[in-house]
């Protein structure tokens, strides 16, 4: 039998002993502090692993690479959440791809009008489908103009200086559905009422109007609005 090799063994042995015995008689400010800061962060990260009591847990290299990694993972987590709150809510490229060539052309001033007044791209694409079919010269018996069909006197109002030039048309119409939004703490239905009927009519009659018009365009744009 190898003396020497038991020798060795029990010298190990002792050493350690000593060595935990020392620690556990004095202990370290600095560790003492520092384990606490580290408790800290791993509870603040609700990480499922038993509380730090002492500095041993950290001497395994392979345990201070896997709570590097949580922090690391948790930090992104945290950052996909804040772009995610702080994206534009009313952008969503999904549903786009299956618009035909002659909705697509109009895309990006939909997205760049909803972008500025906050309203569902979905919402100002459904309008001009049913104003307009996306015609940019449409007229109307009446007098209404462009993709979202502009009376001459709101265009005015909404400062659309030519109603046939689709990036002003789409800017106005998506500013007053916006306007009527508001007025309507968004109801959608009472909105797209007031934009076929005028708000006047809608608040007159206290809902939609009883207009054969207005009766039929409500829920055909707002079907389309919905199933987009």
């Known amino acids: ?11 190990i042995q002792l050493q350690s002993s000593l060595y935990a015995a020392n620690r ?7 560790q003492s502090m ?3 800061f580290l408790q800290d962060q ?9 509380p730090v009591r002492n500095m041993d847990l950290f001497l395994d290299p392979t345990l201070q690479q896997r709570i590097v990694q949580l922090q690391a ?3 992104s987590t945290t950052t996909n959440s804040y772009s995610l709150q702080t994206a534009n809510p009313v952008v969503d490229q999904v549903w786009t791809s299956t618009l035909s060539d002659r909705e697509a052309r109009f895309q990006p001033f939909i997205e760049a009008a909803a972008k500025k007044y906050n309203v569902d791209p979905k919402l100002i694409h459904a309008v001009i489908k049913h104003e307009s079919n996306f ?15 502009l009376m001459p006197r709101t265009a005015r109002s909404l400062d659309v200086q030519n109603m046939f030039d689709p990036q002003q048309n789409i800017n106005g119409g998506a500013k007053y559905l916006r306007q009527m939004l508001d007025r309507y703490d968004n109801n959608v239905q009472l909105a797209l009422a007031a934009y076929n009927a005028g708000p ?15 009766q039929a365009y409500v829920p055909r744009v707002y079907n389309t609005y919905m199933n987009a």
Not at 200 to 214: A, L, Q, S
């Open 135 to 149: 015609n940019p010269n449409a007229r109307s018996h009446a007098g209404a103009a462009g993709l979202m069909q």
């Open 73 to 75: 993972n948790a930090s």
């Open 34 to 36: 520092f384990s606490s």
């Open 42 to 50: 791993m509870n603040s990260l609700q990480l499922e692993t038993a």
């Open 24 to 30: 556990q008689q004095q202990p370290s400010l600095i």
């Open 200 to 214: 006047g009519n809608v608040d007159r009659h206290g809902g939609i109007p009883p207009f054969k018009e207005t």
């Open 1 to 11: 039998m190898d003396l020497s090799f038991l020798n060795n063994m029990n010298g």
